[in-house]
């Protein structure tokens, strides 16, 4: 039977490349089999529950001689193999944290643009094929995909074949439901989010209630190991300054006596999440705050290709670690790769280079989507393929191809820390899949050609959002010659007018219509104080009489954003992108002085043709309307303070900030 290797060895002698020697016993209709496999151990679980003869032991000597060399479409120029593949099996998610995503969600594909589960499995296929040994399910939120379980089975079905760890990164919210079959499919290890103990903080940071469910489903994990399950258990928590970087030393302790890796991840930045570097918290901080409790700390060895630097508290049983992707990144020993929930693969998470194995997975099938029954009528044709009667190949050839391609342009290092905040790239939730319209630079065909004439595929056109150091080359380059800084200025001053008002003083709608489309957001803040801390603490506990403050207030601000042009009489109507109302109690320091106080930060974004400063003003204000009236029975005292603009970006104007 002829191998996927000796395939593509053909193919590869036919078009003058020379590959190094890559044997394996794969034969190409592997993902068939992978999938016939999974359809017996659907219909007959108990079958396929019996676990295959054990192997006897291979000598030292019998290893080394039948190791193979690992594939070379799999390793980068910088001598990186790849072994690790991440797979987000779905872009929804049942909480909004609020350093991954929108509060409302980010828009969803279409069905048909999504994987199937039949080709999410012949992808694992392919890849463990190519040295893949540990495959990652991600999300979104990949328990709330309704065959998961199913998939994990199917996946699970490739460990004869090479694969040795079957891992998944979960919220835990409906974890504890499915965990006992998931162990059963072949699950090997969980990454479970948690960023706060506190459930009140945990419904501020998630948007969502369900800090219980996620303590059951750490508590079962830990019960199955106690019985034998082996799970590999890691929690991870986003540090975010002035909102749960005093719970670093609380999650120490976690590991006192629970055998777990607790991983502190410095806060990054994805496209909605607002980030700034005053809310990160870097590794070195959160070592110097860790050593003030625990000052025997002690450096662990870490692994070749560990994202995490590893720290042990002495007498502890479990470990801690930190993910330093800001201050320290770990690109050198990178061997991951990530497929998208839409088919694209990303060779690197802060990289917005993409490209559809979709789109290729789908050509026999005349572009569409696969699912069980077209796999089994393509397995026909390969089948009379081998026995001469139809000249067709399956395309394992072009997709690895372009997966080489892709990885061997993989680059040292992400960019830096001062670039990463202006660079766009998807959204976290979508990150391990949103439309192209809204992410700018997302799903890109195949590679067309060769290096030079149009690959890598570039992002489909939208107005780039520019960063400071490039507003202010394209002020310089606006003024006039001979003119300085100061010059600029003064001529601003003496054009500066009134622009909603006519030369004849009467009140007017600027004309919009000459103006060019572009990227555009704005952030305005405001903050509720209270006369006593009686509000606050019921809005906390979520005793207030009129209901969840918070929630209320929020659907509120965002209604406010889309009718403001109801409200403002020379506003123009605007098609808003994206709408997000934050609400937060103010600092201890603030409560500790007797002045309790709500913050409220309202962002608007839009592609059009005028700004949307009012739109973000009108829902801060409404938002904090909204909290002073159904807190109002309990303290008339209550004072809305300081709503101001304090981003803006995009436009002829450029990008401005204020505190």
């Known amino acids: 039977m002829q191998t996927a290797s ?8 036919r078009s003058g490349r020379r590959l190094r020697p890559f ?17 017996v151990a659907r219909e007959h679980p108990a079958e396929a529950a019996t676990p295959p003869e054990p192997r006897p032991p291979q000598s ?15 390793t980068d120029d910088f001598h990186r193999q790849h072994d690790y593949l991440r797979i987000s099996v779905t872009e929804r998610c049942n909480l909004r944290c609020i350093y991954c995503m929108p509060e409302e969600g980010v828009p969803l594909s279409p069905n048909r643009e999504l994987l199937t589960t039949p080709e999410i499995v012949l992808l694992s296929s392919l890849f463990v094929s190519q040295g893949v040994t540990k495959i990652r399910l991600t999300g979104g939120e990949p328990t709330v995909r309704r065959d998961i379980l199913s998939l994990m089975r199917q996946i699970g079905a490739l460990r004869p074949r090479g694969l040795k760890e079957l891992c998944l990164t979960t919220n835990g919210i409906s974890l504890h439901r499915k965990l006992d079959s998931m162990v059963e499919a072949g699950l090997t290890g969980v990454n479970l989010s948690l960023d706060t103990l506190d459930p009140w903080q945990f419904q501020i940071m998630t948007r969502r209630k369900g800090f219980d469910a996620v303590q059951k489903s750490l508590d079962r994990i830990l019960e199955l190991n106690e019985l034998g399950a082996g799970i590999k258990l890691k929690i991870n928590c986003v540090v975010m300054r002035g909102i749960n970087d005093g719970e670093v030393v609380p999650f120490v302790e976690m590991t006192r006596e629970k055998d777990m890796e607790v991983r502190f991840i410095e806060y990054m930045p994805f496209d909605g999440n607002k980030w700034s570097n005053g809310k990160m918290v870097s590794y070195s901080e959160m070592l110097d705050l860790i050593r003030e409790k625990y000052p025997a700390l002690q450096k662990v060895p870490d692994h070749k290709n560990d994202t995490s630097k590893t720290w042990h508290v002495p007498g502890f049983v479990g470990r801690i670690g930190f993910i330093t992707s800001m201050t320290h990144n770990f690109c050198g020993t990178c061997n991951r790769l990530r497929i998208t929930s839409d088919g694209n693969l990303k060779v690197c998470l802060f990289g917005n280079a993409e490209v559809s194995l979709r789109d290729i997975l789908r050509k026999p099938n ?20 081998r026995q001469g009667a139809v000249p067709l190949a399956p395309n394992e050839g072009e997709l690895l191809d372009v997966i080489g391609m892709a990885v061997k342009r993989k680059k040292a290092k992400h960019a830096g820390i001062g670039e990463l905040e202006h660079m766009k790239n998807r959204p976290m939730i979508l990150i391990d899949a949103l439309p192209a319209s809204l992410a700018g630079a997302m799903p890109v065909g195949p590679r067309q050609g060769r290096a030079g004439d149009g690959w890598p595929p570039r992002p489909r056109s939208r107005p780039r959002r520019l960063g400071s150091h490039e507003h202010r080359r394209l002020l310089w380059s606006s003024r006039r010659p001979g003119e300085d800084e100061d010059g600029g200025q003064q001529r601003q001053q003496e054009s500066a007018r009134l622009t909603h008002v006519s030369e004849a003083g009467s009140a007017r709608m600027v004309s919009i219509s000459e103006k060019s489309v572009t990227w555009r957001v704005a952030t305005a803040a405001c903050t509720v104080r209270f006369s006593n801390d009686t509000a606050i603490r019921l809005i906390r506990d979520n005793q207030m009489t009129k209901g969840d403050v918070l929630g209320v207030a929020r659907v509120a601000g965002i209604m406010a954003a889309k009718r403001t042009a109801d409200l403002i009489p020379l506003c123009h109507p605007i098609g808003l992108s994206h709408v997000s109302v934050e609400l937060k109690p103010a600092g201890a320091d603030a409560e500790a002085e ?21 739109e973000a003003l009108t829902a801060a204000s409404t938002a ?3 909290v002073y009236d159904m807190c109002k029975a309990v303290d008339r005292g209550m004072r809305i303070e300081g709503l101001r603009v304090v981003l803006k970006d995009g436009g002829e104007s450029g990008r401005w900030e204020m505190q």
């Open 624 to 626: 904090a309307l909204t």
């Open 594 to 614: 007797g002045s309790p106080a709500m913050e409220i930060r309202a962002t608007v974004t839009c592609d059009g043709k005028t700004g949307v400063e009012m």
């Open 6 to 13: 000796c395939g593509l060895l053909a193919a590869a002698s």
């Open 60 to 74: 030292r000597r019998a290893r080394v001689r039948d190791a193979k060399p690992f594939s070379e479409f799999l």
């Open 366 to 385: 005349g572009g569409e989507p696969l699912d069980e029954e077209s796999l089994e009528a393509m397995e026909q044709i390969e089948t009379g393929r």
């Open 23 to 39: 044997v394996t016993s794969l034969p190409l209709n592997s993902g068939w089999r992978c999938l016939r496999t999974a359809a």
